[in-house]
C-alpha cells in the first residue's frame, strides 16, 4: 500500500479534482439507479391499471431530498396522467423520465471521466518529469553501473503500466464502493432480512478473488524486468548493428533475444491468464450468491409471515444483479493494480537512489580561475584495486599539462575526479586553493570545457549542437566558434548549413566533423579550464591535423589538460605527466624526458616503431 500511496501522491496538486469527480460519479449513480427503480412501480402500476381501472391517485409528495420522493412523484404524475390523458399518454411519459434520465447518468459519467483523465495525465506528467530530474542529477558512476535500457524501461514501460494499471484503477476505487453503497441502500429498504443473508456470502467471495490478486504482483515485477532486458538487447542491436554484421553474429544475437522474449511471453501469459481469472470468478461466486438469494427469498415468499411479496422479491433480484458489475470492476481493478503497484516499486527504486555526489550545504559558487588546479595525495579505486595512488600535481593557469601512459593508467579517471564526477577514497582536489568538494557542482563544471574521444552530439541542427543548453544564443557567436574550431567550410557545404539536422548521435557526419563540432561547442563555452581526453585519438591523418590545428587555437589562452594517446601531439605542452599502474611515473617536457630515457622514451619508440 505504500507504494501505492506514493503514486497517489503525484496526483496531489489535482487534489481538487477528486471531490468533483465523487460528486459526478455520485450524480452518475444516482441517475443510473433511478432509471432502475422507478421502472419497477412503473410495472406494478401498469399491470394494475391494464386488469383495473380502480387506481387511486395519491396525494402529491412533499419535497424531500432522498430517492423515496422523486419514485413517489413519479408515481404521482404517472397516475395523473394515466387517469387524465389514458396509457398512451402515460407511456409516453415515461420514455421521457426514461431518456432525461439516461441522458443524466451519462453525462454525469462522461464529465467525472474527463475529470479523473486530467488527474491520470497530469500525475503522470509530474512523476514522469521528476525520474528524468533525478536522472540527471545522478552522478556520472551511477550510470557505469545500471542498464541502460533498465533505466529506459522504467521511463516506458514502467510508467505505463502505472498509468493505465495503477491510476486508472482511480475510476473503480472512487465510484464503484458509492454504486455498491447506494444499490445496498435500495436492498435494504427492500429487505432488510434478504440483504443480510446476502452479506454473509459477499465478504467470502471477495477473500477468494483478493487471493488471486495477491499473487500476481510478483509476476508483475518479473515482467518488467523481462522488458527491461529486452529493451536492452534491442539497444544494444540497433547502436552495435554494424559490428553484428561484421562478426556474423546475427544468430548468436537473435536466439539471445528469442530465448529471453520467450521467457517474457510465459511470464506474460501465466499473469494473464491468472488476472484474467479474476473477471468469471467473480462472475461464478456471483451467481452463486444468487442462487443462494433464489432458494432463502423464495422460501420467503412461501412462507407468510415473512412478508415479502413477489414483485418486491423480483425487485430485489434485479437491483442485485446491478451490483455484480460494479463489484466485479473493483475486483479487476485490484488484479490490475497489482501488476501497477510491481512497476511503481521499479520506479521509486530509481527515484529513491541517493546521489553519492552532492552539493554540500555550505557549498559556495566560484565564477573564476584565478591561479592554478592542484592534486594533493589523491588515491581512487572504483572496486578493489587501486586505479589511481599517491597522485601529486599541480596545473598552473595559463599552462598546458598533457597526461600520457599505456591504457587502464589512470588518464581518464583522473580527468573524471578534476570535473569531480568521481569522488577520490582520500585526497584533496584544490582549485585556487579551494577544495572542490566546497565548490557548487554547478559552478565547478560552468569553469570546464569537455572535449572526449567520443564525440556526443544530439539529434538536433548544428547550430544547437554548438551552443547546447543556451537556445537563444547569437547565430555570429556560433559561427565564430566553428570558425575556430576549424568547422565552418563544412557546415556551410551542408544542404541547410547551420540549420541541418546531425542525426542520431551525429550518425550523418563523419568522425573529423563530429569531433570539429564538439571542439565548436566547448570553444562557445568559452570556459577557463579545458579538459582534452583522446580528442584525436580514433582520427585519420587528416582529420587529426584539422582538428589538432582547432585544438592548438582554441588552447592557447586557456588552462588545458590533455590526454594524448598519440604522443606527437602533444610535444609542445609546458608539462607532461607520465603515469604507470596507477602512479606518476615521470613529469617534464617532452625533451626533458626524452633526455631522460625513461618510460616516457619506451612510449615514444614503440609508437615510433609501430
Not at 554540500?360 to 591561479?371: E, G, I, N, Q, Y
Not at 552530439?457 to 537556445?471: E, K, M
Request: hydrophobic share 45%; aromatic share 10%.
Amino acid at each position: 500500500m505504500r507504494v501505492f500511496w506514493r503514486i497517489m501522491s503525484y496526483t496531489r496538486p489535482y487534489r481538487n479534482f477528486v471531490p468533483l469527480y465523487v460528486i459526478l460519479a455520485a450524480l452518475a449513480v444516482v441517475f443510473g439507479t433511478v432509471n432502475f427503480t422507478l421502472l419497477v412501480p412503473l410495472f406494478d402500476i401498469l399491470f394494475q391499471s391494464t386488469g383495473s381501472k380502480a387506481v387511486s391517485l395519491p396525494p402529491e409528495p412533499v419535497f424531500s431530498w432522498n430517492i423515496i420522493y422523486f419514485k413517489d412523484l413519479f408515481n404521482y404524475h404517472f397516475i395523473r396522467i394515466l387517469q387524465a390523458d389514458g396509457a398512451s399518454s402515460a407511456l409516453i411519459y415515461v420514455c421521457v423520465v426514461l431518456i432525461a434520465s439516461v441522458f443524466g447518468a451519462n453525462l454525469f459519467k462522461y464529465w467525472s471521466f474527463c475529470v479523473i483523465n486530467t488527474v491520470r495525465t497530469r500525475g503522470i506528467q509530474k512523476l514522469r518529469d521528476k525520474i528524468f530530474e533525478q536522472l540527471l542529477g545522478l552522478h556520472v558512476g551511477f550510470f557505469t553501473n545500471e542498464r541502460k535500457g533498465d533505466l529506459m524501461s522504467r521511463m516506458s514501460n514502467d510508467l505505463s503500466q502505472i498509468e493505465f494499471q495503477v491510476i486508472n484503477a482511480m475510476k473503480s476505487i472512487f465510484k464503484e464502493p458509492f454504486t455498491i453503497l447506494v444499490y445496498f441502500a435500495v436492498l435494504f429498504y427492500t429487505s432488510l432480512e434478504l440483504t443480510l443473508f446476502t452479506l454473509v456470502f459477499l465478504p467470502l467471495s471477495g477473500l477468494i478473488i483478493a487471493q488471486v490478486g495477491k499473487s500476481l504482483r510478483k509476476k508483475g515485477r518479473d515482467i518488467q524486468n523481462f522488458s527491461a532486458n529486452l529493451l536492452e538487447i534491442l539497444e544494444e542491436a540497433i547502436s552495435g548493428i554494424k559490428i553484428i554484421k561484421v562478426f556474423t553474429a546475427q544468430d548468436y544475437v537473435l536466439k539471445r533475444y528469442k530465448n529471453l522474449n520467450k521467457t517474457y511471453a510465459d511470464t506474460d501469459l501465466s499473469m494473464e491468464n491468472r488476472r484474467e481469472l479474476a473477471s468469471p470468478l467473480s462472475e461464478f461466486l456471483g451467481v452463486l450468491v444468487v442462487t443462494g438469494i433464489l432458494l432463502y427469498g423464495g422460501s420467503m415468499i412461501l412462507s407468510p409471515e415473512s412478508g415479502l411479496s413477489a414483485s418486491e422479491f423480483v425487485t430485489y433480484i434485479a437491483i442485485f444483479s446491478q451490483v455484480l458489475p460494479p463489484a466485479k470492476s473493483i475486483n479487476t481493478a485490484i488484479s490490475n493494480v497489482q501488476r501497477g503497484l510491481a512497476a511503481g516499486e521499479r520506479v521509486f527504486e530509481l527515484l529513491d537512489s541517493v546521489p553519492q555526489i552532492q552539493d554540500r550545504p555550505d557549498a559556495l559558487v566560484k565564477t573564476s580561475f584565478d591561479d592554478k588546479i592542484e592534486l594533493k595525495n589523491i588515491n581512487f579505486r572504483y572496486a578493489e584495486n587501486w586505479v589511481l595512488q599517491g597522485i601529486n600535481l599541480v596545473i598552473p593557469k595559463g599552462q598546458i599539462i598533457a597526461l600520457v601512459g599505456a591504457s587502464g593508467s589512470g588518464k581518464s579517471t583522473l580527468a573524471d575526479l578534476i570535473g569531480r564526477f568521481l569522488e577520490p577514497q582520500s585526497g584533496q582536489i584544490l582549485i585556487d586553493d579551494t577544495n572542490i568538494q566546497h565548490i557548487k557542482q554547478h559552478s565547478l563544471h560552468t569553469l570546464m570545457g569537455f572535449v572526449t574521444q567520443e564525440s556526443i552530439l544530439f539529434n538536433d541542427t548544428i547550430a544547437s549542437n554548438i551552443a547546447f543548453g543556451r537556445p537563444q544564443a547569437n547565430q555570429s557567436d556560433i559561427e565564430k566558434a566553428a570558425q575556430i574550431a576549424n568547422a565552418h567550410l563544412f557546415i556551410t557545404a551542408t544542404e541547410q548549413g547551420y540549420q541541418t539536422n546531425v542525426g542520431d548521435r551525429g550518425g550523418r557526419l563523419s568522425g573529423g566533423q563530429r569531433q570539429r563540432l564538439s571542439i565548436a561547442r566547448a570553444v562557445f563555452k568559452n570556459p577557463p579550464i579545458l579538459i582534452l581526453d583522446e580528442a584525436t585519438s580514433a582520427l585519420d591523418s587528416e582529420s587529426e591535423q584539422l582538428v589538432q590545428e582547432a585544438l592548438q587555437t582554441v588552447m592557447a589562452d586557456r588552462t588545458a589538460l590533455v590526454i594524448a594517446h598519440r604522443l606527437s601531439t602533444i610535444q609542445k605542452a609546458h608539462q607532461i605527466v607520465v603515469l604507470h599502474e596507477g602512479r606518476i611515473v615521470e613529469k617534464g617536457t617532452h625533451d626533458a624526458l626524452v633526455a631522460e630515457n625513461g618510460y616516457y622514451k619506451r612510449l615514444i619508440d614503440m609508437q615510433s616503431f609501430g
